[in-house]
């Protein structure tokens, strides 16, 4: 076979021989066992423990009964649309002036980047930060210079070699629950007269007094340009988001960016859905109480275990592991005790430095927090943690998921 198609055909077949055998013994990587009803789930990312919740429920179900399908851009909903209201009630959540809503976080960066940067206008991003952002640099034809992980010194370096531009980071990065010191960074973007991006999918819901974000809780919320947020986290949708204080944006935004002009918006349950989750985030202290807790009481005993955690500090836990066989042993010893993590591996992870992560969240039981740390103690021998050091090296070709 030759041309287009054989060439496609030689990819298809390098990737089953490569990666699906070779790697992975001709399993799918990141599929374990099915859990079962008393197997505690770490892999998802509904971090205050609500998809589910009588309310939540009760208003897909309502807007279900009376739904009639915009399928429409964003452009043709008008001011009083469910959409649009939605947007000023996150932007107001958020402290900020404007909101637009996208159809998933990937779209929101993607779609921002596109339209705030340029051939012109260099984008500087944060070794660790979300691949979707990549995605928004080549939209926007920029130039992407990329700095260490939490570095802000090494962010002023490359700024002064190559000019002002946007600057993005996580609040909390998603690889290792990693928490950026956003001072720093505003500090930064503003003496280089540039533009701060910040993604906030993995603390708005989880960080402030009412689940606000960093950003906010911080006070630093006039003095970042853009957030990001990926509603399909602790609030538990399927959507993305964008805040910024300039309402003027929302417009720009709508009419140019790829996702919002080329692709249909929410669907009146999504709305539904996403209006009744951040009620919920709004009120439930308590369950953000509760993942600080489970956070502070784990993350010390599994290092004390010898597990390697990559810097982070937050409701993200990441086992550091080796090879893409050795993080697939790890997590299949742990499924035995009915523990479930995350695999990640390339492109998530660089091919010596996969991970295996534990996403923590407010529903978990004592017993059931005693039942993770219990399995990692008696499966991190077996699992090799032993060599997985000498395997690793420095990550560099990784990209967040
Ligand atoms: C930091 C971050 N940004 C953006 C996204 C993309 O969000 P979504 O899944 O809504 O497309 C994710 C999801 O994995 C994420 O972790």
């Not at 000019?163 to 996580?170: A, C, E, K, R």
């Not at 340009?225 to 988001?241: M, Y």
Request: aromatic residues 6%; proline residues 5%.
């Amino acid at each position: 076979m030759g041309g287009a198609r054989g060439l496609l055909q030689r990819r298809i077949d390098s990737f089953h021989r490569d990666r699906v055998t070779a790697t992975w013994a001709g399993r799918r990587a990141l599929q374990g066992r099915a859990p079962g009803p008393s197997s505690i789930i770490l892999t998802r990312n509904d971090y205050l423990a609500i998809s589910g919740h009588p309310h939540i429920v009760e208003a897909i179900e309502r807007s279900l009964g009376r739904e009639t399908a915009p399928l429409m851009a964003a452009p043709f909903l008008r001011d009083d649309h469910p959409q649009t209201l939605l947007e000023g009630a996150f932007a107001r959540h958020l402290k900020a002036a404007a909101g637009v809503l996208c159809q998933s976080g990937w779209m929101a960066n993607a779609g921002l980047i596109q339209v705030i940067a340029g051939p012109d206008v260099p984008v500087y991003l944060d070794q660790r930060a979300h691949a979707s952002l990549r995605t928004g640099v080549q939209l926007a034809g920029a130039p992407l210079k990329i700095f260490r992980h939490n570095d802000p010194a090494h962010l002023a370096a490359r700024l002064e070699r190559h000019g002002p531009g946007v600057v993005v980071v996580d609040s909390v990065y998603s690889s290792h629950g990693s928490r950026c010191p956003l001072r720093a960074f505003v500090e930064v973007a503003e003496e280089h007269d540039s533009l701060l991006v910040v993604d906030e999918s993995h603390s708005v819901g989880t960080h402030g007094l009412r689940g606000e974000g960093l950003v906010a809780a911080e006070g630093l919320q006039e003095r970042v340009a853009f957030r990001t947020v990926s509603l399909s986290k602790a609030v538990p949708g399927r959507a993305g988001l964008v805040v910024c204080d300039d309402p003027g944006f929302v417009d720009y935004f709508k009419y140019e960016a790829g996702p919002a002009v080329f692709s249909s918006a929410l669907l009146p349950h999504d709305t539904a859905l996403l209006a009744a989750a951040l009620d919920l985030v709004r009120r439930e202290e308590g369950r953000r109480t509760r993942l600080r807790e489970l956070t502070a009481w784990l993350r010390p005993e599994l290092t004390a275990l010898g597990y390697e955690l990559g810097g982070g500090t937050e409701q993200i836990i990441a086992l550091e592991v080796g090879r893409e066989a050795d993080v697939m042993l790890l997590r299949d010893l742990l499924e035995r005790h009915d523990v479930f993590g995350a695999v990640f591996v390339p492109p998530a992870t660089s091919v010596t430095r996969t991970l295996l992560r534990l996403s923590l969240h407010a529903g978990l039981t004592d017993a059931q927090a005693e039942q993770i740390l219990h399995a990692c103690a008696v499966v991190r021998d077996e699992a090799g943690m032993a060599g997985w050091l000498s395997t690793r090296r420095p990550a560099a070709s990784g990209q967040a998921t």
